[in-house]
């Protein structure tokens, strides 16, 4: 048997994952919008042969723009000009059940999965951005289990509009004449608490059946969403004993339900700062955390943990006392990350806010190569990932580090491929080709 290899995602963040990225005098901040730079990135990625490229998103201008790259282009064009320029690595677009119509988003993932001849993915979030539901005609944030009661069902939805098609739908028979099978063709017609959407979908079944179902979000509701649906979970943890928490929990879920955890991968996020000596890359590391600004990063504890503090507190310890653990917030799974690094470390709020900088509360890790990938092995092979989100704090420069030095560290362990095998995102990752719910082998949960 071949030995289990690691699956390795790029996550693009405008200028890289440290809140201070586009200050860096190796970034360029005057190419965020440009899509030669993201062709750039893509086509690296893919010569060193990474699982796919992944893209967040939200669909609201975020509040601490002021100080940070925190707008993106939209994910799904992103990544179609991307389509064209690389032919193997995976394409893996945000999008939000919660501000989404199922009917518009089937086509336009499908659409995706068509010109990148079976490279799609679709990271499901709920969002959690409550400055979004003015920009959609609501007066209100939908709160937390009630976007989760509305993604089960908008999943059941494009699941049935991509699976409308049976495989042999399409016929195109010169000779005959018959262009589509219509027998074949099927209308859902679903109406239901949410949602009511009559299909079929207007375009054929596409390469891989459906999109790859990727899932962002480690709340009770978010678990219990990606044991049912996810096919690969973006998470964010910050101990090896809390990986491999997260990990056996949400396999054995899997496993509950009815699914082969094997074909869940779980997939953290990592950020490294990469040196040729440790002591070279905690002063790279250093000088980004000199280039915070105290006022975004007391902007983002204000959202997430609910502490208005000033400046003037920085040095001080964080009051754990005033953090409210109740209520909509306590929901989220970034709130328990960061409680757990100020209950564990007891940092002052400028360790902290330091300590966040670099990756919003996913791992960051400061070493030389062979450090950064015995921190990968470590993990993976202790059952705390099946591979990995890389997250440069940087770019392009922070993931050309990992990519030239890493990397290969990885292959000469037998970790990592040193060839695409498939050519699809589902070939990569390993996972099977689903069939059509309406096929008569077909299950309404076969992924």
Do not use: C
């Not at 030095?405 to 970790?415: A, K, N, S, T, Y």
Request: avoid cysteine.
């Amino acid at each position: 048997m071949s030995r289990r290899q690691l699956r390795l995602n790029l996550f693009i963040y405008p200028g890289g994952h440290h809140e201070a990225a586009w200050r860096y005098r190796g970034s360029a901040p005057e190419r965020l919008l440009d899509i030669d730079y993201y062709r750039d990135l893509a086509v690296r990625a893919e010569q060193v042969t990474f699982d796919g490229v992944f893209f967040a998103d939200g669909p609201a201008l975020a509040d601490n723009v002021r100080y940070a790259s925190r707008f993106r282009l939209e994910p799904l064009t992103w990544l179609s000009a991307l389509a064209t320029a690389t032919s193997r690595i995976g394409l893996i677009a945000t999008a939000s059940t919660t501000y989404s119509e199922p009917y518009n988003l089937a086509r336009l993932l499908a659409s995706l999965d068509h010109i990148s001849h079976g490279r799609a993915g679709w990271n499901i979030v709920t969002t959690g951005a409550p400055q979004a539901a003015r920009n959609f005609g609501l007066d209100a944030h939908p709160v937390h289990a009630e976007r989760y009661d509305r993604a089960r069902e908008f999943l059941e939805v494009v699941t049935r509009l991509w699976d409308s098609w049976e495989d042999e739908a399409l016929v195109a028979d010169q000779a005959s004449g018959l262009f589509a099978d219509t027998d074949l063709i099927h209308p859902i017609e679903h109406t239901g608490r949410h949602l009511s959407v009559h299909g079929p979908l207007n375009l054929p079944r596409s390469p891989q059946g459906r999109p790859v179902y990727v899932q962002a979000g480690s709340s009770e509701d978010g678990r219990g969403f990606a044991a049912r649906y996810a096919e690969a979970v973006f998470t964010a943890h910050q101990t090896l004993a809390d990986g491999q928490d997260f990990y056996a929990d949400l396999k054995k879920r899997v496993a509950a339900a009815g699914r082969d955890p094997d074909q869940v991968l779980i997939l953290p996020g990592i950020s490294p700062f990469i040196g040729s000596t440790e002591a070279e890359a905690r002063a790279l590391h250093d000088e980004f955390n000199e280039l915070t600004q105290p006022e975004y990063s007391l902007a983002m504890l204000r959202r997430v943990l609910g502490l208005d503090l000033t400046q003037e507190q920085l040095d001080g310890p964080v009051p754990l006392e005033l953090v409210e653990r109740e209520g909509e917030r306590g929901n989220g799974s970034r709130f328990h990350v960061i409680l757990g690094i100020v209950e564990r470390e007891q940092p002052t709020v400028r360790q902290l806010l330091h300590k966040l900088a670099g990756a919003r509360g996913h791992r960051v890790v400061t070493g030389t190569p062979e450090q950064v990938a015995d921190q990968i092995q470590e993990w993976f092979e202790n059952g705390a990932a099946d591979g990995f989100n890389v997250m440069p704090p940087w770019l392009t420069g922070g993931f050309d580090l990992f990519a030239d030095h890493v990397v290969p560290i990885l292959r000469r362990r037998g970790l990592f491929r040193t060839a695409y095998t498939g050519t699809t995102l589902r070939d990569h990752y390993g996972l099977p080709r689903p069939r059509s719910t309406f096929s008569p082998a077909g299950s309404q949960h076969d992924t």
